[in-house]
Structures are given as structure tokens and as C-alpha cells.
């Protein structure tokens, strides 16, 4: 008994002196460290402008043109912002913003997804080639189509005001804004890198149970790809919220003249020197975005991390 104590003790000294020895920690490589500094420098230079519009929109207008950072006399929120509301019209232009975005990202998922899922989960004759073709374009600049899309636009407009009346007129009205930007390429190939990792036996399942392809795609693909849609959808969003070349271009009338073309109004008109105004309404032009990605910062990283990686 006293040889099974002794060898007892003699292990827990030895487990003791065991877990006590501390490994030696590894040095932090010099790339690793060079790369971190990088991307906070990169996050500075990039949050520095927006606080600075935020900052200057709570200014005085005198502060501002003496280029102080922070506000001397007190923050002017309600003042600068009521002001640049009630001045800028900003009420009927961020109504038309929000229609054209809804109707864009409506059109873009009936019209991205099945071509996605076609491209993902078919197979057909010169798929591969069509698709090609199709990423082909996504090397095209947009200023290079903008004078053919707006002729085409045209085009359209008179022959649909021949057949149907003013009713459905595409210029000055939502179609010219919205329905050139349902399809997109980058979308349809973002979708499909997606859609290719849903796994096959899920597809076998469902033709187990009768399902098809477009009850497949409905019931199955489009919920287990919620970060990609979301993803997509969100670039959609931002891209109509900020459109302001083409708008320029095919709406002569206020009726459907987005937000991004009231700011321009407002920063040449009204506002004239008055720079914090001119911030102010800049701030209340992309608070939309901001919270949008505020409620889909989740799906939207998760989208971006897992598209693409296989397939």
C-alpha cells in the first residue's frame, strides 16, 4: 500500500510539473504584421471621409469654411437637416428612389434566378458557350453602352407609344429606369456559383417526389441561398439607390427622377456655398443604404465568403 501511494504522488508530481511547462509562442510572422497594417491604414483612409461629412453636417457654416474637424459652437443637428429636407425637395425624389429599387430588384430576381439556376443545375445545348458569352460582356465598360441602350430605349418608346398610347411609354416613366437593369450578368454568374454547391441528393430527393425544376429551384435552391440572394440584392439596391448618369438620360421630368439627381440639384442650386448643408443632405441620401446593410450585414458577408467556393 505504501508503494502504490508512493508511485501515486510521484505521478501527480510529475502531471503537476507537466502541465506548469509552458510552450514557447511563435513568432508573429513579419508578412502577417505588414498585411494588418496595411488593411487598418486602408480602414482609416477609408471611415476618415465619412466622418468627416458627418462631422460638418452638425457645423455652422461658418466652422466649415474655416475647415475644423469637430463642431466649436455646438452640434446643429436639427437645424442643418430640416433645413436641407425642406429645401432640397428630398421627399418626392427619395419616394421615386424607392419605387425604381423595388421594382429593379423584383425584376432582377425573376429574372437572374432561373437563368442561374439554368446555367447551375441544366444542361442543354452550348451552355457552356452561352455562358461565356455572357461573362464575355461583363468586360464591356458601361459608358460604352450607355448611347446603344439609350437608342434601343428610344426605339422602344415610340413603338410602344404607336401600339398602346401614352400608357406605355418607356422615357419619363419607370420602365426605361428599371427593366435595362433586371438582367445582369454578374448577378446570374454570382447566383450560379451558388446554386452549384447545393448538393445533388437534394435534386434526387426531389424527383423522388415529383418535384421539377422550377418547384425544385422555388422549394429548395432559392431558401438554402438566402446570403447570395440577399447578397445580390443588396448590390442591386445600391447600385439603382446611387444611378444618376442614366436617369439623366432618359427621365426629363420629376415625376421619376431618382435621389441622386435631387443631390445634384441641391449641392448646384439651393445649397450654393452652404457646405454644411450640402453634407447634411449628402447623409440623408445615403442613410438608406446604411441601414439596409445595417439588417443584412450578416447574409451579405456570408454570401460574399461562401460564393465561389466550388464549382
Not at 458557350?129 to 430605349?153: E, Q, R, W
Not at 451558388?194 to 435552391?221: K, S, T
Amino acid at each position: 500500500m505504501a508503494e502504490i501511494s508512493l508511485d501515486q504522488d510521484a505521478r501527480a508530481t510529475s502531471g503537476a510539473q507537466t502541465r506548469t511547462v509552458k510552450k514557447p509562442r511563435k513568432p508573429i510572422p513579419v508578412g502577417k504584421i505588414f498585411v494588418y497594417v496595411l488593411l487598418i491604414v486602408g480602414a482609416v483612409f477609408a471611415v476618415i471621409p465619412f466622418i468627416w461629412m458627418l462631422s460638418w453636417s452638425v457645423m455652422t457654416n461658418v466652422e466649415v469654411t474655416r475647415g475644423l474637424f469637430l463642431p466649436q459652437t455646438g452640434i446643429h443637428l436639427q437645424e442643418n437637416y430640416s433645413m436641407a429636407w425642406d429645401t432640397s425637395g428630398f421627399s418626392q425624389y427619395m419616394w421615386n428612389s424607392a419605387r425604381i429599387a423595388a421594382i429593379t430588384l423584383t425584376g432582377m430576381l425573376v429574372c437572374c434566378v432561373p437563368a442561374a439556376y439554368a446555367f447551375a443545375r441544366m444542361q442543354f445545348v452550348g451552355k457552356n458557350v452561352l455562358f461565356a458569352v455572357m461573362l464575355s460582356t461583363l468586360m464591356i465598360p458601361d459608358i460604352v453602352t450607355l448611347v446603344p441602350n439609350f437608342l434601343t430605349v428610344v426605339w422602344i418608346d415610340r413603338l410602344s407609344v404607336s401600339l398602346f398610347g401614352e400608357a406605355l411609354r418607356w422615357t419619363n416613366s419607370w420602365p426605361a429606369l428599371t427593366i435595362p437593369f433586371m438582367a445582369s450578368a454578374f448577378v446570374i454568374f454570382l447566383l450560379r456559383q451558388f446554386f452549384m454547391q447545393i448538393p445533388e441528393d437534394l435534386w434526387d430527393a426531389a424527383r423522388i417526389d415529383g418535384a421539377g425544376h422550377f418547384r425544385f429551384m422555388i422549394l429548395v435552391v432559392m431558401p438554402l441561398s438566402r446570403p447570395a440572394l440577399v447578397t445580390v440584392l443588396l448590390l442591386g439596391f445600391i447600385g439603382s439607390w446611387n444611378a444618376l448618369l442614366w436617369p439623366l438620360l432618359v427621365v426629363q421630368t420629376d415625376t421619376w427622377r431618382p435621389i441622386a439627381y435631387g443631390l445634384t440639384i441641391f449641392v448646384q442650386g439651393e445649397a450654393g456655398d452652404e457646405f454644411h448643408l450640402q453634407m447634411a443632405a449628402s447623409v440623408i441620401m445615403i442613410l438608406p443604404i446604411l441601414l439596409v446593410y445595417f439588417f443584412a450585414q450578416k447574409e451579405f458577408t456570408e454570401g460574399i465568403a461562401t460564393t465561389g467556393s466550388k464549382g
